[in-house]
Every structure is written in C-alpha cells, then in structure tokens.
C-alpha cells in the first residue's frame, strides 16, 4: 500500500519575519555593534560562539578588510534593518590599471591618471589622497546621514583615520549616533536572492550605494516612480536638471545601479510572486511578459 504524507518542507525563501521592499525614512541607531549593544539597543541575543561581530577579516591576495554594519530603525514602525559597507585595506584603481580614484577631506571622490589632473573643485582648499576600496560608498553614505555639516565651508572636514579603521576600531563613527551632525535617511530596502546548493534563498538587504535625506521620502508619495515612462523620462534630461531624489532614482535604475529586487515607493511587505528572478513561473519568449 502506498503512503504519501508527513510534514510538509518549509521553503528557504520564506522566514518567520517578513521581508520588506520599498523606501523608507530612517535613524541610525548602532554601528558595528558588539554583543552588549546587540542585546540592549537591537534586541538580539547573540550565542557565544556567534560570528556576527567578527567585522575583521583577510581576502584571499591577504589584504586586511573591514565590514561596516550600520542599523537603521524605520521611522514608522521602528522597524531595523542592516546595511553594510566593506572596505578593503588597497588602493582603488580602474581594471587597466590607468586611473586611480581620490578622496578629498570631505569624502568627495574622483578618478584621474594622475594628481596633477585632478579638477579644481576637487582640490580646491582640500587635501586628498588616493581612496581605498570601498570608502566611496561608505562616504556617500556619511554626507547623507551626517547632513547637518556645511560641506561648502573650508573648515568643515570629514575624514576618517584609515589605519585606525583597518585595525577594526570604528569609534569615531560610532560617536556620531544621535550627535549633532545627523539626519534621518531614506534608504531602499531589497530583497537579495541567491543559489545555495541547488535551492534559491533569499535575503534581507538594503542598498548600499545612494541614500538621501530624510524629508526627501514625501516626493516618492507624490510621484509614482514606478512607471517606467516617468523614469525615462528623468534619464533622458542632463544630471544638473535634476533634484537630489530623481538622480537617486537614476542611478537605482540606471545600467550599474541595484540588482537586486526593490520597488520604488514606500516600503511594504516583500511578495515572492513579484520578484521574477525568485519565480518558479515559466516567462514565455512570445508571451506578453518577456
């Protein structure tokens, strides 16, 4: 006699919390948080033998990198989520090896073949140097949150001590939360799909390279960003023309922008059947959804 029954698989694309995707207003509220801070600022019990605050490690060629957890509670419904930088102790450069990209003591960047060439405004009243993997990202992230410094004025600087990082010592950062120079952000929650032993898994994730103030988040409730005419129609005007979030929108969708799975508005629970890179439906070549 045949039996067919038991209990039935739980899918590794789904998890007792909810996924999100959309924008949404935050605070940062903990970086690179120890064991202590995970339990009294986000909630998490961590196990002793837990590798979730090991933010050091090496690369295969045994460069030093450091990971940068930053955690933002949502405005709204003070939700966290995490997002994360990773900076690498090398020198950035172009794959030919022609070009170096530059930092200034504003965490501006910029590439050229050599100093000499690098543009005024870039070197005017500033000093700079040659940046490191991954400090642009984590600067542009900085500007946002670290809003309420005047960018334009020669005094003001923002410039973090590399070494120092390089040997995991993130105090300087971890100073600013809830200090004088902050702002809320807006940030774009993802949803990052992976294989994993021939089963599609997938992940929390927030984006990690374009932020923006956090008054910003009304103008993604009066435009609908999600149409795909109105996003052509921001590509199609030159970048001066734009204000700070339709660029945002720009480099989101743009050729090098977020590959993994978002919408364009305000965040919202993630639906699984949207997403048609984790969609077991089949996309027919002559069908109306190729």
Known sequence: MSTIGGVKRESTTESKFNKKVGLFEANVIAINPTNEEYKDVLGIELGEDSKATNYLGETRDGNTYLRVDVWLQEVKNKENFKVSFFLEDRERENRDQTKKQYINSV?????ADDENNLFDWFKENREYRVAFIGE??????????LGQLDYRKAETTLALDWPKLMRGNVKDLKDQVDGEWCNSIVALATVVTKERDGETV????????????????????????????????LKSRKPRELRPHERFVVKVTGEYGCKDYYILKEIEDYNPDENLVASDDYISEDGADY
């Open 107 to 111: 965490g501006m960047t910029s590439w």
């Open 202 to 233: 997938e992940y929390q994730g927030v984006y990690n390279k374009a932020f923006l103030s956090g008054y910003t988040m009304r103008q993604f409730r009066l435009v609908e960003y999600t149409d795909p005419k109105i996003v052509n129609q």
């Open 136 to 145: 642009e990202d984590l600067y542009d992230f900085l500007r946002t949150w």
